[in-house]
């Protein structure tokens, strides 16, 4: 496998990010529906914005490729009308930067559902961070925030764990992974046998 991302590389990429730029600016408005509901159990939805990295990386399996997914994904997202306003960009940029360092640290060898839904923890983890910053969290009691934390990297596995790896097993059924990626040493031992 080359290291270094190709033209079409990017522009898979930026695709797969446009499609959940939009998809997180429809989430929007199910993470508020939820809301109203209490005991922060809207942030089981939260892990749908770190979805596109996991996505683009399990599809493209190259470095950089969940970084920049989840940085175009958030500016699709900004650019349809957010309602979180610029700070999605800021939040994609951490979000983006904290899954792609999951991924580094496996090298860009694993491919699989514990690697993506580490991703999306750290992600939660880097989006926590930044709502600590903004002083989010001060706004509840101790045992509120435990929720929240709790929900959010529950709802990041789920989400941009197991629905991503299964998103993209699904793609890999009908072939359409075979046009993103060469041929693997076990795609050619299948021939043989």
Same mark, same amino acid.
């Given at each position: 496998?080359?290291?270094?991302?190709?033209?079409?590389?990017?522009?898979?990429?930026?695709?797969?990010?446009?499609?959940?730029?939009?998809?997180?600016?429809?989430?929007?408005?199910? #993470?508020?529906?939820l809301?109203?509901?209490? !005991? @922060? /159990? @809207?942030? !089981?939805?939260?892990?749908?914005?770190?979805?596109?990295?996991?996505?683009?990386?399990?599809?493209?399996?190259?470095?950089?490729?969940?970084?920049?997914?989840?940085?175009?994904?958030?500016?699709?997202?900004?650019?349809?009308?957010?309602?979180?306003?610029?700070?999605?960009?800021? #939040?994609?940029?951490? @979000?983006?930067?904290?899954?792609?360092?999951?991924?580094?640290?496996?090298?860009?060898?694993r491919?699989?559902?514990?690697?993506?839904?580490?991703?999306?923890?750290?992600?939660?983890?880097?989006?926590?961070?930044?709502?600590?910053?903004?002083? #989010?969290?001060?706004?509840?009691?101790?045992?509120?925030?435990?929720?929240?934390?709790?929900?959010?990297?529950?709802?990041?596995? !789920?989400?941009?764990? /197991?629905?991503?790896?299964?998103?993209?097993?699904?793609?890999?059924?009908?072939?359409?992974?075979?046009l993103?990626?060469?041929?693997?040493?076990?795609?050619?031992d299948?021939?043989?046998?």
């Amino acid at each position: 496998m080359k290291k270094g991302l190709r033209l079409t590389d990017i522009l898979v990429t930026i695709v797969i990010a446009l499609v959940f730029g939009i998809v997180y600016k429809i989430w929007g408005p199910v #993470y508020a529906f939820l809301s109203p509901i209490g !005991l @922060q /159990i @809207q942030e !089981l939805s939260y892990g749908m914005w770190f979805i596109a990295a996991s996505v683009a990386y399990l599809l493209i399996r190259k470095a950089g490729v969940a970084f920049l997914a989840e940085v175009a994904a958030a500016s699709g997202e900004f650019l349809v009308g957010s309602e979180f306003g610029l700070m999605v960009l800021v #939040y994609g940029v951490i @979000q983006g930067l904290f899954a792609e360092l999951v991924f580094a640290g496996f090298r860009y060898k694993r491919f699989d559902m514990l690697a993506v839904s580490l991703a999306g923890i750290a992600a939660a983890i880097g989006s926590l961070l930044l709502d600590l910053f903004r002083g #989010y969290l001060f706004d509840y009691v101790w045992w509120n925030v435990m929720l929240l934390i709790s929900f959010r990297i529950i709802g990041a596995v !789920l989400l941009a764990g /197991i629905l991503a790896y299964a998103i993209v097993k699904a793609l890999e059924a009908t072939g359409v992974t075979s046009l993103l990626r060469p041929a693997s040493k076990e795609d050619y031992d299948s021939l043989r046998h």
